[in-house]
């Protein structure tokens, strides 16, 4: 059976001289590993397409055995993400991201396109890596299953106030008054969000893709959005990731 979708290969791994196992996040089949038979080969047909970080149609056969790729046109590609060891180690990192969180056999058409923006955004980094990597974890994951409750206070029902409280482990906001009722949520992790902290993660949770950087906001608030969240993320999926690590060890902090 013959399956042609579009997909962006986030990871490689080689078997033998010429082949090798794709990593493809598709619009159709979301999460798939397929066989690329000669794909590592020097003026292979597929070699272009099968590269990392490569966006293309891909025609595969599917059969209990899993996936081969037939044949590939290519869209584009991100591949000079490579030339700058920040943008290729969140690349890397964003992968991770999507291997463990995205299904298979479901579609992911929106997740796909937005992370096609990401990739596009790490390669021209017009805006700084750390507010990229921000956006990505932010929305990545409210659209993956994980959407925060960010419409108003948890109690009273505020949609704003000077200081509103988020709770990154529950995903819910309190405004500062109803927060200071509540002893028990002190020992909590929380964020303190100002006016425009709060509008920035609405906006990333709830906007529309094709609105997702096209804003920026100050190089405090950015570095707050940045702590909010990664921390977010890592509490929703209960675990880190090496090449998070890694590329905290490498970013030049500005």
Do not use: W
Request: charged share 25%; proline share 2%; hydrophobic share 40%.
């Amino acid at each position: 059976m013959l399956i042609t979708l579009k997909g962006l290969v986030i990871g490689q791994r080689i078997i033998g001289e010429n082949s090798c196992f794709l990593d493809l996040f598709t619009d159709k089949l979301g999460m798939i590993e397929v066989m690329a038979h000669g794909a590592k080969k020097i003026g292979g047909k597929n070699s272009g397409a099968a590269s990392l970080f490569s966006y293309a149609t891909f025609c595969v056969s599917r059969s209990s055995k899993g996936y081969t790729l037939n044949s590939a046109e290519p869209i584009c590609s991100f591949y000079n993400i490579s030339a700058d060891i920040e943008a290729l180690s969140l690349a890397a990192y964003f992968a991770d991201i999507i291997k463990y969180c995205a299904t298979s056999e479901e579609e992911h058409e929106d997740l796909l396109r937005f992370t096609c923006m990401t990739y596009f955004q790490l390669e021209k980094q017009k805006l700084p890596l750390r507010f990229i990597k921000a956006i990505f974890e932010f929305r990545f994951l409210s659209r993956i299953g994980f959407m925060p409750d960010l419409r108003a206070c948890r109690q009273c029902i505020a949609y704003k106030s000077e200081t509103m409280m988020f709770l990154p482990v529950e995903g819910i906001i309190y405004c500062s008054d109803c927060f200071e009722e509540h002893s028990e949520l002190v020992e909590k992790n929380v964020f303190a969000l100002n006016p425009t902290l709060l509008h920035t993660l609405r906006y990333v949770a709830y906007s529309e893709t094709d609105k997702m950087y096209r804003f920026r906001i100050s190089k405090e608030n950015e570095k707050l959005f940045s702590a909010i969240a990664e921390f977010y993320l890592l509490a929703q999926l209960n675990r880190s990731f090496p090449t998070l690590d890694y590329y905290k060890n490498i970013a030049i902090e500005t």
